[in-house]
């Protein structure tokens, strides 16, 4: 989850107020000072009082963020984000089925971590849909395994693609889904997971 907090900030040799981003990824710094640089690339974290601590390459860097937000971003950096497979729930016990053509190298990456990818007793299914046909099709197939697990429906990300959140969240109720979790499955992808009521 993105942190946002605006406060002095000392960059190497630069000083400024700053607005300062803590993405999952990503620390930015926009204002007197501008920088962008990856979480993991950050070194030597610590706190002392108000302020948080650590080295991006080269540059030492403090941000006066107060003791319990300099505590709590701390935390954050030194912790890496959870693996795409974590994030959807596959583990080396998980017996999917893949459904439609899941090109994206990280979610074929994730997929692989799973016990087997072509069960016909799924816990988990991956449906990737670029169309309503797709999704369609990825229902028709649903209807026909009895355990009804939860199925994640990935699809383009961004404006004009020919099918979208509102579609399938639509098509999903209207067939008795629910949906629970979202998640970023890289630049190009997104996903919804959804289950079966009743």
């Known amino acids: 989850m993105e942190r946002e907090a605006t406060c002095q900030c000392q960059w190497g040799a630069e000083s400024g107020q700053c607005k300062v981003v803590l993405e999952t990824s990503e620390l930015i710094v926009r204002g007197q000072i501008r920088r962008r640089t990856p979480i993991a690339s950050l070194t030597r974290v610590s706190v002392k009082g108000d302020s948080l601590h650590f080295h991006a390459g080269q540059d030492a ?5 107060g003791s319990e937000l ?13 693996t795409l497979a974590a994030k959807l ?3 080396s016990q998980s017996n999917l089925l893949t459904v439609g053509d899941c090109a994206d190298e990280d979610l074929k990456a994730a997929v692989e971590t799973a016990a087997t ?3 016909k007793n799924p816990d ?4 990737c849909v670029k169309t309503a046909d ?5 229902l028709d197939l649903y209807a026909k ?9 990935v699809y383009p990300k961004g404006p004009n693609k020919p099918i979208g959140e509102t579609e399938i969240r639509d098509t999903l109720r209207r067939e008795n889904f629910i949906d629970t979790k979202v998640a970023s499955v890289s630049t190009s992808l997104t996903a919804l997971r959804f289950i079966k009521r009743g």
């Open 61 to 65: 860097v403090t941000l006066i963020l």
């Open 70 to 82: 300099a505590l709590s971003w701390a935390k954050k950096i030194a912790t890496p984000p959870p």
């Open 89 to 91: 729930g596959i583990s």
């Open 117 to 119: 990818t072509e069960s």
């Open 124 to 127: 988990l299914i991956f449906a």
């Open 134 to 138: 797709d999704l369609n099709y990825a």
């Open 145 to 153: 395994i009895a355990s009804q697990p939860p199925i994640w429906i």
